[in-house]
């Protein structure tokens, strides 16, 4: 199976900052159609787990644009720019690429 | 609007069977794939598996003799049962919606935790 590694457990951010969250996976995530097979979620206490990114860079319906999803290959990168107080959360990529599809082990945005 | 809620007992003994329901609103389940997903403590992340829009079904190999989903589209539910469970079943578990197009989840439930203890 495909393993993600999201190397990073906790991050720390001050409000109106840059952050970067890695994803590599252990084998290319390119599919035939030109398209990564790589998407990234938000899960906050007391909220239902939000999708933020698909195909490595589409931002979903209603993400604000300074979620910005990048990475080809084996390598992708979640930026969240001028971080906000609700961009507190724990977040995650996830392959379906190939079954089983399988997720990173989560990266966890903390204010500094 | 898509809206996904599960449902089920919080406790559930060792060796016995887990069973869940995601109720969907806003949306059939006739249409697109219907998934389980769950987060065990420490927050791992585990694709259990889904159910398509015409009743097939996929499941992770790691737990492909214990685990069934199914349906009734009378009532816009799906459900997962696990057999045989034991405490390393303890997770929260949710149920999504996976989109065909996008081949990624786009809709969750708010996940219900359940505790395998005696």
């Known amino acids: 199976q495909i393993t993600l590694t999201q190397q990073a457990e906790s991050l720390w951010v001050s409000p109106g900052e840059k952050v970067s969250i890695t994803c590599r996976a252990s084998?290319?995530?390119?599919?035939?159609?030109?398209?990564?097979?790589l998407s990234w979620y938000q899960q906050r206490p007391g909220q239902t787990t939000k999708a933020l990114i698909y195909h490595a860079s589409i931002r979903t319906d209603g993400v604000p644009t300074r979620f910005i999803g990048s990475g080809s290959g084996t390598e992708f990168t979640l930026s969240i720019e001028d971080v906000q107080p609700e961009d507190i959360a724990l977040y995650y990529c996830l392959q379906t690429l190939k079954k089983p599809y399988t997720f990173g082990a989560g990266t966890k945005l903390e204010l500094k | 609007e898509v809206q996904l809620q599960e449902s089920g007992p919080g406790l559930v003994k060792p060796s016995q069977s887990l069973s869940l329901t995601c109720s969907v609103t806003g949306y059939s389940i006739t249409s697109n794939y219907w998934g389980w997903i769950r987060k065990f403590p420490g927050n791992k992340m585990e694709w259990m598996g889904y159910?398509?829009?015409?009743?097939?079904?996929s499941y992770n190999p790691s737990l492909k003799s214990r685990i069934s989903i199914t349906r009734d589209t009378s009532k816009n539910q799906f459900f997962l049962q696990l057999n045989s469970v034991t405490t390393e079943d303890t997770a929260t578990y949710y149920c999504?919606?996976?989109?065909?197009?996008?081949?990624?989840?786009?809709?969750w439930g708010q996940g219900v935790m359940v505790t395998v203890s005696s």
């Open positions: 999504a919606r996976y989109k065909r197009g996008g081949y990624y989840f786009d809709y």
């Open positions: 159910i398509s829009y015409s009743g097939s079904t």
């Open positions: 084998q290319s995530l390119l599919y035939t159609d030109g398209k990564h097979y």
